[in-house]
């Protein structure tokens, strides 16, 4: 579904530069100190004579009520949603977000960033935030998988493990790329278990031994490990899959992927679709990975395009991906 084939009730009014912002604030997410953060939003809404809300959420469990919360306030008062946090906070505000006729900002504070890059929407508050109060309005394509939401990738297997054990050394030696890294080849020195996997996707069934499966939908992200992103254009995803190989073979892949090569590598599939369904043998239950939060899933796992488009603001000078 295009912008323009979207309902009424739906599709995201046109910005007049005077919303009142409902601004959803992940104290306990992201870099640097929460109270900075919070000082930085309202001296910049303040200076520009903005009307805003910080709702600030400390705790993970209240993040999407304070959304929903945020998205009402926003639709009665012909306001709009900003997220600010890592991402999983960009991605529980944007799942309140979608479909309800609501534009979306984000002040991104994660490690990586790579949704906002895409967007040529910065890490930097103050920049972040400035480039929204100039921005206009980009309806963007999302993921979803067993209907919630995903902007970045989704994944099962290997690579959720990745991201827990990720987690656990960022908490002890700080927000990091090279603690990211360091973590990832600790991760692979245990032996990581293979997935049977049966695929169904464009009136194809396939059968594959993994030990991860990961659906992207961000092209900085897949152009940074080598992998074609072209499909995103045309409303598809891009799934990702490593043949069953050894701890050697798995460092290999790790590397090709750092030097952007990972697409040419023989241990991995690629491929895209509009929709795919994946059932693994032996698993009623399967741990996934969106956007960087770990969570079971029930199988068989369905993978989509939503219907929807995001209303997304971008600065107005956005044209290119941040490719840094």
């Not at 927000?175 to 890294?181: E, G, I, Q």
């Not at 032996?191 to 993994?210: C, I, K, V, W």
């Amino acid at each position: 579904m295009t912008p323009s084939e979207q309902s009424p009730a739906t599709a995201a009014r046109s910005l007049t530069g005077k919303e009142p912002l409902f601004i959803v604030l992940n104290t306990g997410s992201g870099r640097g100190d929460a109270q900075v953060l919070q000082d930085t939003i309202r001296r910049i809404l303040d200076e520009a004579g903005r009307r805003y809300e910080l709702l600030p959420v400390d705790d993970p469990s209240r993040l999407t009520d304070v959304a929903r919360q945020a998205v009402r306030r926003a639709q009665q008062e012909q306001g709009a949603v900003i997220a600010a946090g890592g991402d999983g906070t960009l991605n529980a505000v944007a799942g309140t977000v979608l479909g309800q006729g609501v534009p979306f900002g984000i002040l991104p504070q994660g490690t990586f960033n790579y949704f906002g890059r895409t967007y040529g929407i910065s890490q930097d508050t103050e920049v972040s935030l400035r480039g929204f109060l100039q921005g206009s309005l980009r309806p963007v394509q999302v993921g979803m998988l067993n209907g919630r939401l995903f902007l970045v990738n989704a994944s099962l297997g290997l690579y959720p493990q990745l991201l827990e054990d990720r987690e656990a050394y960022k908490q002890r030696f700080g927000r990091k790329r090279w603690v990211a890294l360091w973590s990832g080849l600790v991760t692979l020195l245990r032996e990581p278990r293979h997935l049977g996997l049966q695929l169904e996707f464009e009136g194809q069934a396939r059968s594959l031994r993994s030990p991860t499966l990961v659906v992207g939908n961000n092209k900085l992200q897949l152009e940074h490990i080598g992998i074609d992103s072209q499909e995103l254009d045309r409303n598809r995803l891009v799934a990702m899959a490593a043949r069953p190989v050894g701890t050697l073979a798995l460092y290999g892949l790790l590397v090709r992927g750092l030097l952007s090569r990972l697409g040419d590598a023989e241990h991995v599939v690629s491929f895209a679709f509009d929709r795919l369904t994946v059932r693994v043998r032996g698993r009623r239950r399967v741990k996934v990975a969106m956007d960087g939060e770990i969570s079971w899933m029930d199988t068989p796992l369905e993978f989509k395009v939503a219907q929807e488009r995001l209303p997304l603001v971008v600065p107005s000078d956005s044209q290119y991906l941040d490719r840094s």
